[in-house]
């Protein structure tokens, strides 16, 4: 009887040690997706944006390619959000941070867009292949806000809906001077 109760024990007790490694292993995931992919992507996004269009029709191909890869990181962070469930307040308050320290890079891109729609109109089907990849890129940077704030603790959920119409804001600007 002794000997059943220690080998339950110690399987509960591996159980819970395994599911505690699992939810941290999810949590630095995000953490590391955040760091690792959105923001050097985004920052390339932007980069390849400042220097358009003195960088000629080989950065317009870039800037295609590179919507493409900030859209996929966002879509893959998101699903990464999305099974890791809720975050503790720390963890929470430490990928907040790690969004808001890509908010300029966001703004930034958004606002180069803006300034450029001219150029972007000179070139064959520029201004509407661009206007589609803000379509995409808001749809999925606002379903990647929705799954932080479903996931953040209740204290900084208002902090996330700040974020996000911040971010959606800008991406309305860009898409309504792209559509006119």
């Given at each position: 009887?002794?000997?059943?109760?220690?080998?339950?024990?110690?399987?509960?007790?591996?159980t819970?040690?395994?599911?505690a490694?699992?939810?941290?292993?999810?949590?630095?995931?995000?953490?590391?997706?955040?760091k690792?992919?959105?923001?050097?992507?985004?920052?390339?996004?932007?980069?390849d944006?400042?220097?358009?269009?003195?960088?000629?029709?080989?950065?317009?191909?870039?800037?295609?390619?590179?919507?493409?890869?900030a859209i996929?990181?966002?879509?893959?962070?998101?699903?990464?959000?999305?099974?890791?469930?809720?975050?503790?307040?720390?963890?929470?308050?430490?990928?907040?941070?790690?969004?808001q320290?890509?908010?300029?890079?966001?703004l930034s891109?958004?606002?180069?867009?803006?300034?450029?729609?001219?150029?972007w109109?000179?070139?064959?089907?520029?201004?509407?292949?661009?206007?589609?990849?803000?379509?995409?890129?808001?749809?999925?940077?606002?379903?990647?806000?929705?799954?932080?704030?479903?996931?953040?603790?209740?204290?900084?959920?208002?902090?996330?809906?700040?974020?996000?119409?911040q971010?959606?804001?800008?991406?309305?600007?860009?898409?309504?001077?792209?559509?006119?």
């Amino acid at each position: 009887m002794v000997a059943i109760t220690k080998f339950l024990w110690l399987a509960l007790a591996a159980t819970t040690a395994t599911a505690a490694a699992i939810v941290q292993r999810d949590v630095a995931t995000v953490q590391n997706d955040i760091k690792q992919k959105i923001g050097p992507i985004w920052t390339t996004l932007k980069n390849d944006i400042d220097a358009f269009p003195n960088s000629g029709s080989e950065e317009e191909a870039a800037i295609q390619s590179g919507f493409g890869d900030a859209i996929l990181a966002l879509e893959e962070t998101t699903a990464d959000i999305k099974s890791t469930g809720s975050f503790g307040l720390v963890s929470g308050t430490t990928i907040f941070a790690d969004i808001q320290l890509l908010v300029p890079t966001f703004l930034s891109t958004l606002v180069t867009l803006v300034a450029q729609k001219p150029t972007w109109d000179n070139i064959p089907d520029g201004t509407p292949s661009i206007l589609s990849r803000l379509q995409i890129a808001e749809i999925v940077m606002s379903e990647f806000l929705d799954a932080v704030v479903a996931s953040e603790p209740i204290l900084l959920k208002p902090g996330g809906y700040a974020l996000k119409a911040q971010l959606t804001g800008a991406f309305a600007t860009a898409i309504a001077v792209y559509s006119a």
